[in-house]
């Protein structure tokens, strides 16, 4: 079940974080070192309210937060397809829960969040060697775009109207 994240999933999420950091040091995938994403990182996702998690039989097994783009390496390339976006941060699915479509419900929610606040798209980067998110970003409609060089990412974008 999805729903908003809340001061009481904080140490749950935090507990997700590194089980997920873990894993993509695991498949030698470097986007995250045990440092980022943390408990402080999640406690200002609840304080925005931009906090999503997924539950299974009440255990947190996804999260992912959704911001209006504000990110100063965005601004670094020309290639956005649009200009008024949400942004996708922090996603995590643990392990043991993957392929069952919970990154995918994220993305249906962040779509429904953009229909709703009337954005154009949603915008999200990852590191060149995560291999698994890129596979999933280009399944899920999403177009790579540009190297965000400040942050050592590439850029992905979905088009909302072009969203299945």
């Known amino acids: 079940m999805l729903t908003n994240g809340t ?3 904080l140490i749950e999420l935090d507990e997700l974080a590194v089980i997920v950091i873990n894993d993509m040091k695991k498949s030698l995938i470097p986007q995250w070192e045990l440092d980022y994403p943390r408990f402080n990182n999640f406690e200002g996702d609840v304080q925005t309210k931009s ?5 299974v039989n009440d255990k ?3 999260s992912c937060t959704v911001l209006p783009e504000n990110d100063p390496p965005y601004k670094t390339i020309n290639s956005w397809i649009k ?7 922090r996603m995590l699915v ?9 990154a995918k419900a994220f993305i249906d929610n962040a ?5 709703n606040g009337k954005y154009e798209s949603i915008k999200i980067d990852t590191h060149l060697e995560n291999y698994k998110m890129r596979n999933f970003l280009k399944k ?10 400040t942050i050592d990412r590439l850029a992905y974008e979905l088009v909302v109207e072009d969203y299945l």
């Open 51 to 55: 906090i999503y998690i997924f539950k």
């Open 94 to 102: 643990h392990p043991d829960y993957r392929k069952l479509g919970i």
């Open 7 to 9: 001061n009481d999933d």
């Open 83 to 89: 200009n008024n976006s949400l942004v996708i941060h």
């Open 60 to 62: 947190i097994v996804g």
């Open 140 to 149: 899920n409609g999403f177009i790579e775009l540009d190297y965000l060089e």
């Open 111 to 115: 779509v429904l969040l953009c229909k």
